[in-house]
């Protein structure tokens, strides 16, 4: 729900190589720290700097004249047209620095940003601070060093994407690490005093099987992480994936996968974890707020290139074009739209009920000034009486069978 904080989004579009099944915007280096990166690092600053500075550019004027605490008005497309004024003076409740991969970047540069956004944003004093690791990228010599000073920086919560911990599996999917770098980067983590991690994995991957996915799994629960997420592969056009036969892929087929599906649920469940959405997993209190915020259709504003942003009932993005973006990031915003009524209340019920706990018809209410059943009621009725949804006091939920057809029942909520 649009509200009283604001979350920041960072992205930082370079990974060491390209995996064979990503299509996210990232661009491959070869190594730590290229001139690419810091020069895209000083831009990012650039941006940030120019929500403080006047205007971002003509078609996206900013006035954040004042020191912080003051009202911050971002004029999104025209200047002076109130319809696209978002309000971003707002307490920040949780960071993100997402990818691509964040750790290319230095920790100073990573320490550099941060400090730049805790100057022009009042910044919560619990407030979360992710940043996504690839295990693959820091050097013996440097592992230690690089996460004291992410910690120092503020950083409070580290996201290390595994995927599998099987030597043949990450070497299907180009993964640049085996499951030692990432023992070692979760061990130096937890000594350098960060116990909020999460490890990211996949399922539906070439070579994958029921028993090898039990064993990442147990892995990865010696470790007893506080979140765990487990995506499955979609085989996108354009990625080393995509473009052979389908068949040469070796990946689980529909029974294997549902399997391995059914025995994620039931082993993190034994083992502790709550699912709070369809792919995340967590213990107690240890949900990703950050996360949170996109579910439950939050405030947040992304910089970077490609960055999304939703604040109220606009959504934009920054270009992205990394050389349109190098020369000129504070004049990057771009894709403005403003979500009509349908739109937004097809999205608060598509996202929403990603989550196990549902949505909340008070909160519709709120919202759109509309009863939820005045808009879903039949669809609602409909899912309960197939056992794919149900009620909750306030909250409507998928049932866990609902939550195996998301996207089907899901779909049936575009208006
Ligand atoms: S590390 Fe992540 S962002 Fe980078 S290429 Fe691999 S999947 Fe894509």
Redesign the pocket.
Known sequence: MPGEKLSLYIHIPF?I???N??D?L?F?TGGRNTPLAERYAAALLREAEALRGGSLSEACQVDINQARGQSYQVDINQVGDPSRQVDINKPVKSIYFG???PNILSSEWITRILCKLKRLFTIEKDAEISIEL?PGVYEEKERHRELEALKEAGINRISI?LQSACAAELKRL???HDLTAFLKLYEEALNCGFENINVDLMTGIPLQTCDSFARTLEKVLELRPKHISAYSLIVEEGTPFGEVPLKSLDLPDEDEEYEIYLMTRRVLKQAGYERYEISNYALPGYECAHNLVYWDRGDYLGLGLGAASLIGDLRFSNTGQLQKYLSAPGDARENIHKLTEKEAMEEFMFLGLRKTAGVSRADFKRAFGYDMDEIYGEIIAGEEGAGLMEEDGDMVRLTERGMDAANRVMSKFLL
């Open positions: 990974c190589k390209k995996c099944y990503c996210f990232s491959p990818g691509g991969t690839n994407g180009g993964r640049i």
